[in-house]
């Protein structure tokens, strides 16, 4: 990868939030009163800040330094991308709408002083609970659909979270994301569950209008800017066969 190439891609990612949702205006804009270390459980391998706001909202910050290089390169994932993943994901999110938009927390490229550049992902409140696969069940059915379209590499039991009093669900880390065929898959809970389920395999009507959404998109409603040639042609690939076969692929099949 190039750095002009990431350059470039990253100044499309900042045009494109700079004038993006009220959530990224926030982000990108309002005063930093705290960044600590994120010392909670299932934090990740790599180095990632809770940020406090004036306003004491709350996000998560992943520096481009930060990203632990063994990992990265286990996924078959440069350091970087593993930072822009979250932008791209969030765009991508944003631009499909609806209960896409609400699965995925907005993420902004910005530097914080004494930390270096990097990602910050609005906080979203709950727990890993599967409970959320009944309770929130429409839901969880999306995330699954979300996971295969995008290639999400490693959508593990505790690679979400879930606020039981409110019914919401939130996918974080899209890190590992945008996968090629033949990358590595550690696991896939919303499809592997989904699947499992009668009728649970099958792209519903709903689902195959997102699909051809995107792929009405020539830019592929902004993703072919933000993610490398081979991700964002191998994202539009697997939409089309989504579309094609009106089935959910097995888990890894990227």
């Not at 998560?60 to 632990?68: D, E, T, V």
């Not at 499909?96 to 004494?114: N, T």
Request: contains cysteine; charged residues 20%; hydrophobic residues 40%.
């Amino acid at each position: 990868m190039s750095l002009t190439d990431l350059n470039e891609r990253i100044a499309r990612l900042q045009e494109a939030t700079a004038h993006g949702a009220p959530t990224e205006s926030f982000m990108l804009q309002e005063r930093i009163l705290e960044v600590a270390h994120n010392g909670t459980a299932n934090a990740g391998v790599s180095s990632t800040y809770v940020v406090v706001f004036e306003s004491r909202r709350k996000a998560i910050f992943k520096p481009f330094a930060g990203q632990n290089p063994n990992s990265c390169s286990a996924y078959q994932q440069h350091p970087y991308d593993a930072v822009t993943h979250e932008v791209a994901a969030w765009r991508l999110a944003h631009a499909l709408g609806g209960q896409y938009e609400q699965l995925v927390p907005a993420a902004v490229l910005r530097e914080i002083e004494g930390v270096g550049p990097g990602v910050l992902i609005n906080f979203r409140r709950g727990k890993p609970d599967e409970a959320v696969l009944q309770e929130a069940e429409a839901q969880a059915r999306a995330a699954a659909l979300w996971d295969a379209l995008i290639g999400q590499q490693d959508r593990h039991a505790t690679n979400f979270r879930y606020e039981a009093e409110s019914r919401r669900l939130a996918l974080i880390d899209h890190a590992f994301s945008f996968a090629r065929p033949g990358d590595v898959c550690n696991q896939s809970f919303f499809l592997a569950e989904r699947r499992r389920t009668p009728g649970g395999q099958s792209v519903q009507a709903t689902e195959t209008q997102t699909l051809e959404r995107l792929l009405d998109s020539e830019d592929l409603l902004g993703l072919r800017m933000f993610l490398t040639p081979d991700r964002s042609e191998a994202l539009a690939n697997r939409a089309q066969a989504l579309l094609e076969s009106r089935i959910l692929p097995l888990p890894g099949t990227f």
